[in-house]
């Protein structure tokens, strides 16, 4: 599959995530001299924004003589290691904070150098079939103080862009936000935030438990209001919302949470990693 996926590496640098709302469209090409060096063994994809906030990525239909665009919640699955018949085992999600710079997802094999970036490594379940769990130890909103309440468990899960915070976080973020409802927005249940009000938000901060045999082994993962708010048009989303009642686990995060940093699958070594955050 990846051998012919690998002449499709070559024009990804000039191409523009596919938006539908106009706003969205204005990208810029990349500099020459920002080009990244892309490894012989590595296919990168663009990944394209649909009106209703899901990503997708162009993969090629072996029944048909064209590409079929595929959620970017199926590489979470053992599926994508089917898919790419175990040889780019390691999958790169990178989706920028800036709307104007392409998104992508790249394959890499196993013995390929990871990202530049510092990664925090979460050990994944064996017998789990998805990669999107992650232990916690806490959940919280900062903005000078700390508010913190005590939380077991989150899942990533790219197939949306919300995150959904049980009621108490929600409650706060309702309070520093002021949300009213959107009009751009399919979806009935979208709020809109005041775009010049950003600088007053707080972070949504997770302590993620790297180790489940050491609780001492801690990292901060923090979701920044550049990150939870996206721009479409004149208005500003707010992708937080409200955990539902009786959810199994204490947050979902979508992929605005992972807006500027890398996400790595490694489904050889039964692990995801996030990179630091990039302004």
Not at 4 to 14: G, K, Q, T
Not at 39 to 55: K, R, W
Request: one cysteine or more.
């Amino acid at each position: 599959m990846f051998n012919n996926l690998l002449l499709l590496s070559l024009p990804i640098l000039s191409c523009h995530a596919t938006y539908l709302d106009p706003s969205l469209q204005q990208q810029r090409p990349l500099a020459p001299g920002s080009l990244p060096i892309i490894p012989s063994d590595t296919t990168v994809l663009p990944l394209s924004l649909n009106e209703d906030l899901s990503y997708t990525f162009p993969s090629p239909n072996p029944h048909r003589h064209h590409h079929h665009a595929t959620p970017l919640h199926r590489l979470q699955s053992t599926s994508a290691i089917h898919a790419t018949h175990h040889s780019h085992s390691t999958i790169t999600v990178s989706i920028p904070l800036s709307v104007s710079q392409p998104a992508t997802v790249s394959f890499s094999p196993a013995s390929s150098n990871p990202p530049a970036t510092r990664l925090t490594w979460v050990p994944q379940d064996p017998w789990d079939a998805a990669m999107r769990h992650m232990p916690l130890l806490d959940a919280g909103i900062r903005k000078g103080g700390m508010l913190s309440m005590d939380a077991e468990a989150a899942v990533l899960d790219l197939g949306t862009p919300f995150i959904a915070v049980p009621k108490g976080l929600w409650d706060v973020v309702v309070l520093a936000t002021a949300p009213v409802k959107a009009t751009v927005a399919e979806d009935e249940g979208v709020l809109r935030v005041d775009c010049g009000a950003m600088g007053r938000f707080p972070d949504l901060v997770l302590g993620v438990l790297v180790d489940e045999e050491d609780e001492e082994a801690k990292e901060e993962f923090v979701v920044t209001p550049e990150q939870y708010v996206l721009q479409r048009g004149d208005e500003c989303l707010l992708l937080v919302r409200e955990a539902k009642e009786g959810s199994e686990h204490d947050v979902e995060l979508g992929w605005a949470a992972v807006r500027g940093r890398d996400v790595v699958f490694d489904w050889e070594g039964g692990r995801m990693g996030f990179g630091e955050l990039k302004g």
